[in-house]
């Protein structure tokens, strides 16, 4: 009699112990993982290490990492296929990019790839000297002209305006022809010419800031919309340009 009535008993407080023991135990392992895990470091290691990040060596076959050169006999690699202008000068792919920035990543991949450094080298590393460099060049003059990136980053999504386009309305063309009118009027006027340089930057500068900002949305319309636009005022921009030269003004 006595033993039923305390075996319940011991049973609950048995099990009452074992589910704390399990809770300690899962504290600890918690308390373990949320201080050496990174998830980050993670990702990077798997990255690093998954046979589908890999690429192969043309020359020894060695496996490297979607470097310009192979880590084991340093010869220079071909780009991957799907590469962007971003991937090859190391910068994120975003349209507020800054320009000094693209310098510097451009210089220093031109001292690595110009051909001139590769006159010993084999007929490939030539070959691929030449295909980088000129790719670097045209990385360079798209990313670092703001309507060009922007146009780019419009082809990244599958998205080319072409130059008969029917997304403008016709009040915007008009005032596009009052702009080109007023630089006929001005064209041999170097003051007029200068003050019509400087409101056009401003219209520029201003479409500039509204495309970076539809971009950041992820707005692609709206950025397509916009660099419509800035496709027009920068044929203007380079009218102007031309002007200045013809008349031989210089600031």
Not at 132 to 143: F, I
Not at 227 to 241: C, E, H, S
């Amino acid at each position: 009699m006595y033993l039923r009535r305390i075996l319940p008993n011991l049973t609950k407080k048995c099990n009452v112990l074992y589910l704390n023991l399990v809770q300690q135990q899962q504290h600890v392992h918690l308390h373990y993982v949320e201080k050496n895990y990174n998830p980050s470091q993670i990702l990077k290691n798997v990255l690093q290490y998954s046979n589908d990040s890999l690429l192969k060596c043309w020359n020894c076959n060695f496996m490297y990492k979607s470097d310009l050169f192979c880590s084991k006999c340093k010869v220079l690699q071909e780009p991957p296929e799907n590469i962007t202008f971003f991937d090859l000068m190391g910068i994120p792919a975003s349209y507020d990019v800054k320009v000094t920035e693209i310098q510097n990543k451009y210089k220093e991949l031109q001292k690595q790839l110009h051909p001139d450094k590769f006159g010993a080298k084999s007929n490939k590393e030539k070959e691929l000297s030449e295909i980088l460099s000129s790719l670097v060049n045209k990385a360079y003059s798209t990313l670092s002209h703001p309507l060009k990136r922007g146009l780019y980053m419009l082809e990244l999504n599958n998205i080319t305006i072409s130059e008969e386009t029917d997304n403008i309305n016709a009040e915007f063309l008009m005032e596009i022809m009052e702009k080109n009118e007023e630089i006929d009027d001005a064209a041999d006027d170097e003051e007029k010419i200068k003050k019509l340089v400087e409101k056009n930057g401003a219209v520029l500068n201003d479409l500039i800031t509204q495309v970076a900002d539809a971009f950041r949305q992820n707005d692609i319309k709206r950025a397509e919309l916009l660099l419509i636009r800035m496709k027009y005022y920068d044929t203007i921009n380079n009218r102007l340009k031309k002007l200045k030269h013809d008349l031989g003004i210089v600031e």
